[in-house]
């Protein structure tokens, strides 16, 4: 059974961004290094695996295109119906 997370860019520069699905055997990326632009505020959408509690567990990581300021990672356990707002501010 899977779920369907949101990722946009609420930074002010164009962002590389990777994501691992902590559920799946290896904790894979499932996103490598998309790059989401600033100005675009098209959400992209991507599938993860919800385990036994209905529960994904992702790890993304960020960092600006131009490559300033510091990348930042985060892991993130959430139910599959609670919204998840994640702001990088790099």
């Known amino acids: 059974m899977g779920a369907q ?3 946009k860019n609420d930074d002010t520069g164009d962002l590389f ?3 691992n699905d902590l559920n799946l055997a290896g904790e894979p990326e499932i996103v490598k ?12 959408f991507i599938p993860v695996q919800l385990d036994g509690d209905n529960t994904y567990s992702i790890r993304w990581r960020a960092r600006r295109v131009d490559g300033t300021g ?3 990672q985060q892991e993130l356990l959430r139910e599959d119906d609670d919204p998840v ?3 990088t501010r790099l």
């Not at 290094?33 to 992209?44: A, C, G, L, M, Y």
Request: proline share 8%.
């Open 33 to 44: 290094e998309k790059r989401i632009n600033s100005e675009n505020q098209d959400p992209v």
């Open 5 to 7: 997370i949101e990722l």
């Open 70 to 72: 510091e990348p930042k």
């Open 17 to 19: 961004v990777t994501v």
């Open 85 to 87: 707002y994640v702001t």
